[in-house]
């Protein structure tokens, strides 16, 4: 490890690898991947992990490309009838091929990705293929801060940060003295 990173490790801290699976309370997660704590590129080296409680799916995805999200199907390591899926690397081009799309069917999808950002995620094509399974999308460069809320033998309830607020900087402007 270079200095700087050794000065960053944590002690007792390990790194993702497929397989390990934990309990929290009665949500349990599991990592699916990096197969191996070395990959190929630092995208592929994210952790894919599927978080689960009672009949809810989560699936996160970091910055992995289509190449590990092959991997992933060909694996039969994909939950399907996701309920909600982060999408992989922000929604670039180089992710959410069609095959892991129709692994995960996810009911929702959601893009972190910031405000005019010169990447420009999503990418339509990959906002073309999550609209072709049924998918309400969503994105934080839209939307802000997204919740997404289980209660107990109710609807799901999505809220987001900008839903119904002005921004504090225009509220300021704009009220009386």
């Not at 289980?150 to 607020?165: F, S, Y």
Request: proline content about 6%; charged content about 20%; hydrophobic content about 40%.
């Amino acid at each position: 490890m270079s200095g700087q990173a050794a000065d960053l490790a944590l002690e007792g801290v390990q790194p993702c690898r497929r397989g390990v699976a934990w309990q929290w309370q009665d949500v349990r997660f599991e990592i699916l991947a990096p197969e191996h704590s070395i990959a190929v590129s630092d995208n592929d080296a994210s952790c894919v992990i599927a978080v689960s409680q009672a009949d809810h799916t989560i699936l996160l995805t970091g910055d992995i490309t289509g190449k590990v999200e092959r991997q992933l199907v060909r694996a039969g390591l994909l939950p399907p009838d996701v309920d909600l899926l982060v999408a992989p690397h922000h929604g670039s081009n180089s992710s959410s091929t069609a095959e892991f799309i129709s692994a995960v069917t996810p009911k929702h999808v959601v893009y972190s990705a910031g405000y005019n950002h010169h990447f420009g995620h999503p990418h339509a094509k990959v906002v073309a293929r999550y609209r072709e399974v049924g998918a309400e999308q969503w994105s934080t460069a839209d939307a802000g801060a997204i919740v997404f809320d289980w209660p107990t033998d109710e609807k799901l309830r999505v809220e987001t940060a900008r839903q119904g607020r002005s921004r504090y900087w225009r509220d300021a402007f704009l009220a009386p003295p």
